[in-house]
């Protein structure tokens, strides 16, 4: 079946399973691997991405309840990849084994497009959904307070 | 995913219903998927042929304030109730539970009325909802009617609501009015794909020192979310102090079966917990009533 969507800006057409997690569609029909799976249980955060402006788990959402919406994943956050958020997390050496952090990522810049300077406890709520398993989670929050700074 | 073949996005509540008969038991009306999804690939459910997606509907999306209260949309969202000042006024305890719920990225997608519909024993907006004496609108080939959401539960993950071939499409509760509060609270170990050991909420209304009315709202405590209402009659005729509380802590505790689960808490946890928190909620609850405009 053909759903039609747009990613990063660009409408695809998709042949696809309409039970297909967004998840997969993102990764293996458009290619766009930096959209990672981690528990495929709407857990962890690893899967996040932009559904029409929002940050939501790609695992958890068809591909068929996305169809004529715009899905924005990490590597249409910038065409360079120097979107200040991932500017900061260069220069503050975030990842460790990384796994976790394009979801890291995609709940931050969501975080700062609704509120461009956030408080500890803002950073705090609006991560809770991101699990980290190397425990980067400092680094996550001065990461944020950085982009703040550098974008205001 | 589930192995459906046909998602459907109906733009009316009749275009829905008119699906979901299409189909005769073989659909399933879906919200934002938080739980039937995750549900139906781990094989929880038989798979179905087709999904009804009702979160999309025109008019549905929103919160109002009308003559009948304020009015919740099923395609309303728990973000959105957490952000709706009216809601936070009127409500207190609706928002503060749908607060808890999973994280940021589900409270994005879940929906107020998915929870409701799903018919857990301690779904927290829920409680939240049942405590405010919240309705809920069913629509179905014969019509719609409003019911209240108590009488909606009939066992755990059991609703009045045919889900296959009737929608929740609305709730409704009415305005906290001069002298009202409410207040929730949960229980919880920290996040993941935990069940609450409590989730519990109150509203108040007090009038001259004295409580005019109120009810209580629990859960787990049995197979569907309580309205404890032997609790909060107790409370009603007597100022809202920490004596009457306990009082109707007891009233609580002598009908509700707690249950020990291996790996959340034990049944004197759970009985210590609502004696620790449910005068709390009470005094919060009071409190906000007094504050009250
Ligand atoms: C990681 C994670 C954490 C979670 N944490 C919590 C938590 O802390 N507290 C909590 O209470 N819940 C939690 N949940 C469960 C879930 O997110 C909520 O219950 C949510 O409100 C369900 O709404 P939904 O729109 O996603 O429902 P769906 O999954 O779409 O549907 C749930 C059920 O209701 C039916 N249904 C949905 N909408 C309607 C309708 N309008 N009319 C008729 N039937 C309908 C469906 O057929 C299904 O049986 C969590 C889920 C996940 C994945
Ligand atoms: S892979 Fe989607 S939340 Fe873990
Ligand atoms: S950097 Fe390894 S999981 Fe987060």
Redesign the pocket.
Known sequence: MAIELTINGQAVSLDVEPDMPLLWAIRDLAGLTGTKFGCG???CGACNVHLDGQVM?SC?IPVSAAAGRKVTTIEGLAADGNHPVQVAWRELNVAQCGYCQSGQIMSAVALLERNPNPSDDDIDAAMS?NICRCGTYTRIRQAIHKAAEDRS | MGGWKNYHTPATVEEAIDVLHGYDGRA????????????TRRGL?RPYEAMV???RIAG?NTISQTDDGIVIG??V??TEIVNDERIMRHGQCLAE??S????PQ??N????????????P??????GLLALRGEVE?AGASGRRWVPAKDTFIGP?K?V?D??R????RMRFEPAGNGEGSAFH?V?RP??????II?MAARLKIDGGSITAASISMGPVGPVPWFAEPAAKALVGGPPSQERFEKAVAIVLANVTLRTSKYRATEEYRSAMIRTYLPLILAAAAERAGAAR
């Open positions: 249980k709407a857990l788990r958890a959904g | 399933r009306v879906i919200g934002g998927g938080t739980d039937l999804l995750v549900e459910r997606d009702v979160s549905l099923c395609g969202t728990h539970s749908c808890v719920i999973g994280g589900v409270r997608v879940g929906t107020l009325a998915g929870n409701v519909a799903h018919a857990l301690a779904g927290d907006g829920t409680i069913i993950g609703s609501i889900r296959h009737e929608v929740l499409t949960r919880m996040q993941g794909l935990c069940l609450p989730s």
